[in-house]
């Protein structure tokens, strides 16, 4: 008698756990909370969620100098440095040339640019494709662990490898919420 009240829920645990490994749960997420470097004010919070064939960028800024700022995901999570520059160079596991996120070739970690109003408030919203959090898919482009910096000056999205984008202003670490 016992076996006939296990078989049936037996297929519901199953698939309950092969929802739950798909990712069915809801979406996978990760955040970086922005703190400024040394003689700066630039705080924000960078929250992504994995979509088909990329990441959606959530980004909110504040305490920029109006106007454009670089903005990119770095090789290394590690903001120390009072500059940020342990954060290393751009995130660039493909070994494309610096570039505009909607034109052509460029860094895996190349963003659109941050744009503050006049009080230096900014917020961005994009799908960059090519990125994960999970580390499905090639892995390459797993962000977990890396680096985001806002710098001071725009992203010409041409010098190389950095875009000529000025001092970091700001700087966070990817981490996994969910």
Do not use: W
Not at 41 to 57: A, H, I, P, R, Y
């Amino acid at each position: 008698m016992k076996s006939r009240f296990l078989i049936p829920t037996l297929p519901a645990t199953l698939l309950i756990a092969a929802c739950s490994n798909l990712g069915l749960g809801g979406p996978i997420t990760a955040e970086a909370p922005l703190a400024p470097t040394k003689g700066n004010t630039v705080s924000g919070t960078v929250k992504f969620t994995e979509v088909d064939g990329g990441v959606l960028v959530d980004a909110s800024v504040t305490g920029l100098s109006p106007g454009k700022h670089g903005f990119h995901i770095h090789e290394k999570g590690d903001c120390s440095a009072p500059d940020a520059t342990s954060a290393g160079g751009h995130f660039n596991p493909t070994g494309k040339p610096h570039g505009e996120p909607a034109k052509g070739d460029h860094h895996l970690g190349d963003m659109p640019m941050l744009v503050a109003d006049a009080n230096g408030n900014a917020k961005l919203g994009t799908v960059l494709e090519g990125l994960t959090i999970s580390g499905k898919g090639n892995g390459n482009g797993n962000i977990v662990g890396r680096g985001v910096i806002v710098h001071a000056a725009p992203d010409d999205f041409t010098t190389q490898p950095t875009g000529n984008s000025g001092a970091r202003v700001a700087c966070g670490v990817i981490a996994r919420v969910k």
